[in-house]
């Protein structure tokens, strides 16, 4: 048989504290979010950090952290839909890459081919595959050389 644990008042006061305290980290919360929306919202309107600081009673530098918290927000909500925008391309483009082969096994037309290099090439484009991208010429022990950078642009694989 299960016996209930008796509380005492110390075990109260935490449990009373406790969730006084969640209810001052959800009020905390909420300010934050309707000041950054403030903060946002004058931003918008060309104010300065030290105008906005003095219009809503803080700290230029809490200004600053709630300006750079709302630009991580957009940044992440623009990277995913940008994401999602590669994803479709990427499969539109492989369907079409797939139906400009099946055309070429079937004709043989060098046109059909072209054009699956084209979507081939385009895909590579899209994922930045065809970016340049920097070598630094080193000796045989590989160590640094005195000798300028090299630039070497990735291959479409096609």
Same mark, same amino acid.
């Given at each position: ?26 009020? &905390?919360?909420?300010? @934050?979010? +309707? *000041?950054?929306?403030?903060? %946002? ?9 030290? $105008? ?38 990427? &499969?539109?483009?492989? @369907?079409? +890459? *797939?139906?400009?082969?099946? %055309? ?9 081919? $072209? ?44």
């Amino acid at each position: 048989m299960c016996v209930p644990k008796k509380r005492t008042p110390a075990t109260k006061r935490r449990r009373l504290v406790g969730a006084a305290a969640a209810k001052v980290s959800t009020e &905390a919360e909420e300010s @934050r979010a +309707e *000041r950054r929306e403030q903060v %946002a919202r004058l931003l918008a309107y060309h104010r300065t950090y030290r $105008e906005i600081a003095a219009e809503l009673g803080c700290s230029i530098g809490t200004v600053h952290e709630d300006r750079e918290a709302i630009l991580a927000g957009y940044r992440e909500r623009y990277r995913e839909a940008g994401d999602q925008m590669v994803e479709q391309e990427t &499969a539109s483009l492989d @369907r079409m +890459e *797939r139906e400009a082969l099946d %055309a070429w096994r079937e004709s043989g037309d060098v046109r059909a081919l $072209e054009a699956a290099l084209k979507c081939k090439a385009r895909k590579h484009a899209l994922r930045g595959l065809d970016r340049p991208f920097k070598l630094a010429s080193t000796d045989p022990e590989g160590n640094a050389s005195p000798f300028a950078v090299t630039v070497v642009t990735r291959g479409t694989g096609v």
